[in-house]
């Protein structure tokens, strides 16, 4: 079995500067990356103003259901709340999603964080799905990723097929090995090892070759900063890359990440 998965902050579906809807534009986009599973950051699930101010740009609908249409499943973790409306984390899904809930790891008032996890019934299996978006400050984002692992060792099987994937502000890249060696997950980029040869990994391992790198994803003009990951438990990544050009720019200010994924 394999999946083509995404993950996409998509910065509430409004451009970086001026705000100007985009969501239309996103739905184009989100269609033609035929993912059977994305994950979403940054989903505006009401927003009133703008519902106002862009009434012809607006959809009536939530943009987590705008979006999916009528070829997905959604689901949605709200985690800010405001008096015109809220955002959150959103799963999207070719397949059945069998269950979700959303997990509270806010660490502060003035940043609130969730966990969205998914099961989502695939062809040959389930897979526990969970969306992510880490915080600002980095003993937040240490803190968060420890209630992430103790989410997943929580809710998932030692043996589950697992995706995590989202936004994780971890520009230092100080996160990873601990997902790795607490789940046992690999980064979707980690596979590149492999085809470059047996002693160059060996090299990286041991701390004599260059660091183990996640792809650059921020700003999606330019991408720089390595903010936003892929982690799996059971599968095989044949495929990963990051959607770079002047179209993906204007639609959010963090670059998509796709990958295909084969079931071990």
Same mark, same amino acid.
């Given at each position: 079995?394999?999946?083509?998965?995404?993950?996409?902050?998509?910065?509430?579906?409004?451009?970086?500067?001026?705000?100007?809807?985009?969501?239309? &534009?996103?739905? +184009?986009?989100?269609?033609?990356?035929?993912?059977?599973?994305?994950?979403?950051?940054?989903?505006?699930?009401?927003?009133?103003?703008?519902?106002?101010?862009?009434?012809?740009?607006?959809?009536?609908?939530? +943009?987590?259901?705008?979006?999916?249409?009528?070829?997905?499943?959604?689901?949605?973790?709200?985690?800010?709340?405001?008096?015109?409306?809220?955002?959150?984390?959103?799963?999207?899904?070719?397949?059945?999603?069998?269950?979700?809930?959303?997990?509270?790891?806010?660490?502060?008032?003035?940043?609130?964080?969730?966990?969205?996890?998914?099961?989502?019934?695939?062809?040959? =299996?389930?897979?526990?799905?969970?969306? $992510?978006?880490?915080?600002?400050?980095?003993?937040?984002?240490?803190? +968060?990723?420890?209630?992430?692992?103790?989410?997943?060792?929580?809710?998932?099987?030692?043996? &589950?097929? =697992?995706?995590? &994937?989202?936004?994780?502000?971890?520009?230092?890249?100080?996160?990873?090995?601990?997902?790795?060696?607490?789940?046992?997950?690999?980064?979707?980029?980690?596979?590149?090892?492999?085809?470059?040869?047996?002693?160059?990994?060996?090299? +990286?391992?041991?701390?004599?070759?260059?660091?183990?790198?996640?792809?650059?994803?921020?700003?999606?003009?330019?991408?720089?900063?390595?903010?936003?990951? $892929?982690?799996?438990?059971?599968?095989? =990544?044949?495929?990963?890359?990051?959607?770079?050009?002047?179209?993906?720019?204007?639609?959010?200010?963090? &670059?998509?990440?796709?990958?295909?994924?084969?079931?071990?």
């Amino acid at each position: 079995m394999k999946l083509k998965i995404t993950t996409y902050n998509i910065h509430k579906g409004v451009s970086s500067f001026g705000a100007r809807p985009r969501v239309h &534009a996103l739905k +184009q986009a989100i269609s033609g990356m035929q993912s059977d599973i994305l994950f979403l950051q940054e989903v505006q699930g009401r927003h009133d103003l703008h519902a106002i101010k862009h009434a012809t740009d607006w959809p009536e609908l939530s +943009q987590q259901d705008f979006l999916a249409g009528d070829s997905h499943q959604c689901a949605y973790g709200m985690n800010a709340v405001y008096d015109h409306g809220h955002h959150g984390n959103a799963l999207l899904s070719a397949f059945p999603i069998v269950s979700y809930a959303n997990r509270n790891i806010s660490d502060h008032k003035y940043e609130s964080r969730g966990i969205l996890h998914c099961i989502v019934r695939a062809p040959d =299996v389930e897979v526990h799905c969970y969306v $992510i978006h880490l915080g600002l400050f980095a003993g937040s984002r240490k803190r +968060q990723t420890d209630a992430l692992i103790e989410a997943v060792n929580e809710t998932a099987g030692k043996d &589950a097929p =697992v995706i995590i &994937a989202g936004d994780f502000n971890d520009w230092g890249n100080k996160l990873s090995e601990d997902l790795r060696g607490e789940l046992g997950v690999n980064e979707v980029f980690d596979e590149n090892l492999s085809r470059r040869g047996f002693g160059t990994y060996l090299r +990286q391992l041991s701390g004599r070759g260059p660091r183990i790198q996640p792809a650059r994803t921020f700003p999606a003009a330019m991408p720089f900063l390595q903010l936003d990951r $892929i982690y799996v438990r059971g599968f095989k =990544v044949e495929s990963a890359e990051v959607l770079h050009g002047a179209i993906w720019a204007k639609l959010s200010d963090h &670059a998509p990440i796709v990958a295909t994924l084969k079931l071990k």
